[in-house]
């Protein structure tokens, strides 16, 4: 079964950026569409951005255009490229196997992302 590590999230002013990075064991990942998550207190989780085993990548309204998914099948490594961070931003960011919008797989502790002034 394949595990997530992820890592990279911290604190960053607004419009500043972070790149985050989710290291996968256990089996190879890539095969799978993977998939970028993101987790603010007191909601649901909500997929961010999504990439293909092709790398063809999708996103959500609210991070287009400001963040960038990719992967690095050689390091079984799942990378989230994130600029002009917004107050709206903060969570914990989590990736995972992605199907349909849903994570399949097991989830990782995760990596908090905090943005303040």
């Known amino acids: 079964q394949v595990q997530f590590v992820e890592s990279g999230g911290g604190l960053v002013q607004p419009g500043g950026s972070l790149r985050l990075s989710c290291a996968a064991s256990?089996?190879?990942?890539?095969?799978?569409?993977m998939g970028w998550y993101r987790q603010a207190p007191g909601k649901r989780r909500e997929l961010v951005a999504h990439?293909?085993?092709?790398?063809?990548?999708t996103y959500a309204d609210s991070v287009k255009g400001r963040f960038t998914i990719s992967r690095e099948n050689a390091k079984n490594t799942v990378y989230l490229q994130m600029n002009s961070l917004r107050p709206a931003d903060p969570a914990v960011y989590y990736c995972?196997?992605?199907?349909w919008g849903t994570g399949v797989g097991s989830w990782g502790q995760g990596t908090q992302v905090t943005v303040s002034s």
């Open positions: 256990g089996s190879s990942s890539s095969i799978y569409a």
């Open positions: 995972n196997i992605d199907r």
């Open positions: 990439i293909t085993s092709g790398g063809w990548s």
